[in-house]
């Protein structure tokens, strides 16, 4: 595998590649990596001819009391994680090219940006469109991977492209989660063992939900009510936000009907943790 750590060296890569006749595939990460990344990994590698990751800690996604100081870091694991898929190229760049004092431009999706993670971190996906426009000129792939895990994300992302006719196809990953039902995510290490324990209630609730759809409930205020119910019983959790909407729009629902997500963000302890669930009925 090699480390790339320049703009101008991975655009040279990305454009041999492409003289050469083959495909680039890309997943764009901020590293600590887990099966849950290594499984989008895979699916660009059954897409794409080369592999390239990236590990960035994007500080503009990041709001003032955030966790960029704290975010989880170990690269030398990280390393050896990618060498276990085959990852072609680690791109690892800095805040210093990324954002020289100069910088001014930024990416903005509207409306899809403004509700769920959008209400409490307002910025945040202006950070992530941001960077992953930046990431792809730097990368230049024919194909792009994201997870599930991260809905709204995933949407606003194939938005941007579809809207700023990027050459780039966004596909987009299961969710993959732990043993016992909690969704992969490098947030859980700062769980104390309470916490962790705690933390399953998320995708527990939701499989309650599902249980519910499908013996007949389609009142979304008698679903969300269920699950706010379900994760307040837990001593260290309070509720960001849980929300029924529609996939396309994000709008709210009254009811189940359709394609639906079912997505929620809760603290636990300090931390917090999103989880969703796709309905189709
Ligand atoms: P992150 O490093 O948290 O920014 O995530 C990088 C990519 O991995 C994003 O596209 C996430 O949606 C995706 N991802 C994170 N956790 C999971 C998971 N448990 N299952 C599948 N994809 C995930």
Redesign the pocket.
């Known amino acids: 595998m090699t480390i790339i750590e320049t703009i101008s060296e991975m655009q040279h890569y990305a454009d041999h590649w492409r003289q050469q006749g083959k495909t680039i595939g890309f997943?764009?990460?901020?590293?600590?990596l887990?099966e849950?990344?290594l499984?989008?990994m895979r699916l660009a590698k059954t897409r794409a001819d080369v592999l390239v990751v990236s590990i960035y800690v994007n500080p503009t996604q990041f709001g003032a009391n955030e966790d960029l100081d704290t975010y989880p870091r170990d690269l030398a694991r990280d390393q050896r994680l990618l060498e276990s898929v085959e990852c072609d190229v680690l791109f690892l760049p800095n805040d210093a090219i990324m954002y020289p004092p100069e910088y001014r431009t930024y990416v903005t999706v509207e409306e899809l940006t403004e509700n769920l993670c959008g209400t409490s971190r307002p910025r945040h996906f202006r950070g992530v469109t941001t960077i992953v426009t930046k990431l792809f000129h730097c990368v230049k792939p024919h194909v792009a991977?994201?997870?599930?895990?991260?809905a709204q994300?995933?949407l606003i992302i194939k938005r941007m492209t579809a809207d700023l006719n990027m050459d780039v196809e966004i596909i987009i990953?299961?969710?993959?989660?732990e043993a016992d039902g909690v969704?992969?995510?490098?947030r859980n290490v700062y769980l104390s063992p309470a916490e962790r324990e705690d933390a399953r209630v998320l995708s527990q609730s939701l499989q309650k939900a599902q249980e519910a759809i499908a013996q007949g409930e389609r009142s979304t205020a008698t679903l969300i009510e269920m699950i706010r119910t379900m994760i307040a019983q837990k001593p260290t959790t309070t509720i960001d936000y849980v929300s029924i909407v529609e996939t396309k729009t994000l709008h709210d629902v009254a009811q189940i009907e359709g394609e639906v997500l079912i997505a929620l963000a809760v603290f636990v302890g300090k931390t917090r943790l999103i989880d969703n669930a796709l309905i189709r009925v």
Not at 27 to 32: E, L, N, R, S
Not at 173 to 177: A, D, Q, S, Y
């Open positions: 997943v764009p990460t901020m590293g600590y887990h849950g990344h499984s989008l991977v994201f997870g599930q895990k991260d994300q995933a990953g299961e969710i993959v989660r969704a992969m995510s490098s």
